[in-house]
T-cell receptor, first 112, second 114 residues
Framework: RKEVEQDPGPFNVPEGATVAFNCTYSNSASQSFFWYRQDCRKEPKLLMSVYSSGNEDGRFTAQLNRASQYISLLIRDSKLSDSATYLCAVNRGGSTLGRLYFGRGTQLTVWP | GAGVSQSPSNKVTEKGKDVELRCDPISGHTALYWYRQSLGQGLEFLIYFQGNSAPDKSGLPSDRFSAERTGGSVSTLTIQRTQQEDSAVYLC????????????FGEGSWLTVV
């Protein structure tokens, strides 16, 4: 089983829509969680960290469910500029310490 | 700039040649990572440095791949006897301490082996 799994999509939504992505991780000892955004032919950039209590940044909300081992990203009022690939990333800690395990990404296209 | 710097940004090389890719992390970041991403694929972990040592190099795909880091700063990824399947973008990233820290990526070195 892969460390981190995501639905690759693609998700195609109209402007203004709400869209949600889920990501599951296999190692229950995982300690920190992130969502990255990657535009076409660009490097991944941090979108937001995911905290145990859930956190919100403007139109973006991230949730962590440790019991079920998944993290989610909710985007409200989608904009054209949200079109990108969204990668979830997990740090297991322990012997792998700093290594981030990435999902393959979920592709989002927002259309006018 | 203050970000992770990589060079070259693009490299076309002939099969069988050796290539060196360089990464200059964010100043003060002790942890440094190399990932690679083939077209349309996910991020593949290659190696992780903490200071000058590499506690995790489990992702290096073969003995043709090696990496070093000197002075706790600049890192070089070397690919010997390149093959066409080595064509990918090689992404370097750094983080402050490597433990539960955000990692920041450079723009990548796009390698094409012809």
């Amino acid at each position: 089983r892969k460390e981190v799994e995501q639905d690759p999509g693609p998700f195609n939504v109209p402007e203004g829509a709400t869209v949600a992505f889920n990501c599951t991780y296999s190692n229950s000892a995982s300690q920190s969680f992130f969502w990255y955004r990657q535009d076409c032919r660009k490097e991944p950039k941090l979108l937001m960290s995911v905290y145990s209590s859930g956190n919100e940044d403007g139109r973006f909300t991230a949730q962590l469910n440790r019991a079920s081992q998944y993290i989610s990203l909710l985007i409200r009022d989608s904009k054209l500029s949200d079109s990108a690939t969204y990668l979830c990333a997990v740090n297991r800690g322990g012997s792998t310490l700093g290594r981030l395990y990435f999902g393959r990404g979920t592709q989002l296209t927002v259309w006018p | 700039g203050a970000g992770v710097s990589q060079s070259p940004s693009n490299k076309v090389t002939e099969k069988g040649k050796d290539v060196e890719l360089r990464c200059d992390p964010i100043s003060g970041h002790t942890a440094l990572y190399w990932y690679r991403q083939s077209l349309g694929q996910g991020l593949e972990f290659l190696i992780y440095f903490q200071g000058n040592s590499a506690p995790d190099k489990s992702g290096l795909p073969s003995d043709r791949f090696s990496a070093e880091r000197t002075g706790g700063s600049v890192s070089t990824l070397t690919i010997q006897r390149t093959q066409q399947e080595d064509s990918a973008v090689y992404l370097c990233a750094s983080s402050l301490t490597g433990f539960q820290n955000t990692i920041y990526f450079g723009e990548g070195s796009w390698l094409t082996v012809v």
